[in-house]
């Protein structure tokens, strides 16, 4: 895949809703968090211990994947250099999120309870909700490569929670100008009832206006529900020339039921966003004719723009089909690592304090054995990951990242059309 052009897109300042709690590359599951128990983990030992909560069974199945074998490269990479502090780090302590609180739950507990001082996930963001005074309580760091909630910015995680996926306050705006730029001026909106489709909803739904375009609907369905007939119904009613569809893999069933409305992308523009990118959308919505989706567009954090890390993983894990997410969940193991090497600890409480560092104002980087180097020769570091630049707020977020724009063709295949480099405003 060719590499795609970087643009710079400013974002304007997004308000966290109330409501939000599950972005994606993430959601399902929300609620209010699930107060945590006490568990052992924290303090040092001298070496490096991460584990994962991450989606095994479930909706979001199919980021499981990518994002495990993406950690797991990583952490071969860095024992490969030697390991953190001179140490190896262990293999990879694992549970399943699935799509409910109660599994999450359950294996952020066991994950804890064998001493992990950082866990990777959870990749929807309603699960990371269900969990994260469980981690953060622990004093355990947590990293997430996939949650875009834009509630996670304020949460009062004790400095704990950090994620490597941009806020949908950057996504829904690329979305907004993607939408313009096709030249749609009246777009409905229908989203999931969670925290990553009421997000993403809004931020997309408040760009469009501030662009001059009318928002004719903005919609939300239960996750649960089998029938959109009455979802299709309002669409149609709102006449609209853009359908965004903020959704999992239901969404497949909604976008049937849009097409046999005339509503598909052969009538009017039907856009996703990372709920919806995968190579396998096509096939599930029109199993004998991949064209039914040419000429849909949806954006996503950037995961395979980086051709040169994507062909690597694969290299590593070769059974390896999705790939979204992965570089996000890479930058976060060796954020974590190079924080650790900075702080001279593998105690969470400490080198918490060194992984917004890492990412900005020193002497840039792109790797855990050039970091390292620079590290060991006491100079400041800043790591562009394989997710590009991340320049980490103090909230513990990328303050800059790649949104890319993809698209289906005649044939099925997914293609990145463009990566927009998006930033959040000082």
Same mark, same amino acid.
């Given at each position: ?62 980021? =499981? ?16 250099? =030697? ?63 996939? $949650?875009?909630?834009?509630? *996670? ?27 313009i730029s096709d030249g749609r001026? $009246?777009?409905a909106i229908v989203a999931r009832?969670? !925290?990553? =489709? ?109 051709? &040169?890390?994507?062909? $690597? ?11 979204? *997410?992965?570089?996000?969940? *890479? ?38 054995? &050039? ?8 100079q400041d570091i800043d790591y !562009? ?10 909230? =513990? ?30």
């Amino acid at each position: 895949m060719n590499r795609a052009r970087v643009h710079t897109v400013i974002v304007a300042a997004l308000s966290a809703c109330a409501l939000l709690a599950a972005g994606c590359g993430g959601g399902g599951g929300g609620g209010e968090p699930a107060p945590a128990p006490p568990a052992p983990a924290g303090g040092s030992d001298g070496t490096l211990k991460l584990g994962y909560v991450l989606p095994q069974t479930g909706q979001l199945a199919y980021l =499981g994947p990518p994002q495990i074998q993406a950690a797991r490269y990583a952490g071969s990479l860095i024992n490969q250099a =030697g390991g953190v502090l001179g140490q190896p780090m262990p293999e990879l302590v694992g549970g399943d999120e699935s799509d409910q609180a109660a599994v999450a739950q359950q294996s952020a507990d066991r994950v804890l309870a064998s001493g992990v001082d950082a866990l990777i996930g959870a990749a929807a963001s309603g699960q990371s909700l269900a969990i994260i005074d469980r981690v953060t309580g622990a004093k355990v760091v947590q990293c997430s490569g996939s $949650n875009t909630a834009p509630n *996670f910015t304020d949460y009062q995680d004790q400095g704990f929670y950090f994620r490597t996926a941009p806020s949908d306050a950057l996504q829904g705006p690329v979305l907004a100008n993607t939408i313009i730029s096709d030249g749609r001026s $009246n777009v409905a909106i229908v989203a999931r009832a969670d !925290d990553y =489709g009421v997000g993403l909803a809004k931020a997309t739904s408040q760009a469009l206006q501030e662009a001059g375009a009318t928002v004719a609907l903005n919609e939300t369905y239960d996750p649960q529900t089998q029938n959109f007939d009455a979802t299709v119904q309002a669409v149609q009613g709102a006449r609209p020339d853009a359908v965004v569809v903020i959704a999992f893999e239901e969404g497949t069933q909604l976008i049937q039921g849009l097409i046999e409305a005339g509503l598909g992308p052969d009538a009017v523009g039907v856009y996703g966003a990372d709920g919806l990118r995968s190579e396998e959308l096509p096939g599930l919505v029109a199993p004998n004719d991949p064209a039914v989706l040419a000429g849909m567009k949806g954006t996503a954090p950037a995961s395979a723009a980086n051709a &040169e890390f994507i062909a $690597n993983l694969k290299k590593f894990a070769p059974d390896l089909v999705e790939v979204q *997410f992965a570089p996000q969940v *890479f930058d976060c193991v060796n954020i974590i690592a190079l924080a650790a090497e900075v702080a001279g600890t593998d105690d969470p409480a400490v080198f918490k304090n060194e992984m917004v560092g890492v990412t900005k104002g020193g002497t840039k980087c792109g790797s855990f054995t &050039e970091c390292r180097k620079l590290v060991a020769g006491g100079q400041d570091i800043d790591y !562009d990951g394989a997710s590009g630049p991340l320049e980490f707020t103090p909230a =513990g977020e990328p303050g800059t990242a790649s949104i890319e724009i993809y698209s289906y063709n005649e044939q099925g295949d997914l293609v990145t059309l463009d990566t927009v480099q998006a930033t959040a405003p000082q």
